[in-house]
């Protein structure tokens, strides 16, 4: 739980600093052209802690503290006295790899940038569905929806507004990092696919 508590209290102490100080953003929010042309790799992990407004770094933070806690313990479950450290691999790694995508799409338009940590949270809201793929989640806080088909629905629907570009949510982050989220625990231990299919065959 520290680990988590920690990196929450950061992400907020960061996100409130840069809220007064836009140089901050300039310096450390995701910008392709700035990362592949001028090598500003800090950027892949520094825009994670920075939110373009209060809700959005509240949202990020209270989806990564309820679903953080139970991956924690599904790490530990699964890695004994590892879990917090497993946590903190899955949310820096997620970080960078929910980037991805959009650093080679991107890597030559100069405006484009991003901030936040969303991709992370997903890469945390779908390990959790991982391990347990028929709890309830809380759509809009109150309607409940199994966790296996929120996240289909999720991934379809960050596919689709993905590819219409209509607002300026990074959809393409929110999408790999589900996927990466998903497949993180399995590329420590494959042999977790079987527990996966193992949640599911009494609901198929």
């Not at 933070?61 to 879990?83: C, E, K, N, Q, T």
């Not at 809380?138 to 309607?143: D, G, P």
């Not at 990074?170 to 420590?188: Q, R, S, T």
Request: charged letters at 10%.
């Amino acid at each position: 739980m520290n680990a988590l508590v920690i990196l929450i209290g950061a992400i907020v102490i960061v996100s409130a600093t840069a809220f007064s100080q836009p140089q901050i953003f300039d310096k450390y929010k995701f910008n392709a052209y700035q990362i592949v042309h001028r090598k500003e790799y800090i950027r892949l992990l520094s825009h994670g802690f920075l939110h373009g407004s209060w809700t959005h770094l509240l949202v990020n933070m209270f989806v990564l503290y309820s679903f953080g806690r139970a991956v924690i313990y599904y790490f530990d479950s699964v890695f004994p006295g590892r879990g917090q450290l497993m946590f903190l691999l899955l949310f820096f790694s997620s970080l960078i790899f929910s980037s991805l995508y959009s650093l080679f799409k991107e890597k030559d338009n100069v405006y484009y940038s991003a901030v936040g940590a969303s991709g992370a949270v997903s890469a945390v809201l779908f390990t959790s569905i991982f391990f347990a793929p028929y709890n309830l989640l809380y759509l809009f806080a109150v309607i409940p929806i199994p966790g296996i088909v929120f996240g289909v629905a999720y991934l379809i629907y960050t596919k689709i507004m993905a590819k219409k570009n209509i607002d300026n949510i990074g959809h393409d982050a929110h999408f790999w990092g589900a996927v990466f989220g998903f497949v993180f625990p399995l590329i420590y231990k494959p042999s977790l696919f079987m527990h996966f299919i193992s949640e599911l065959l009494p609901f198929i």
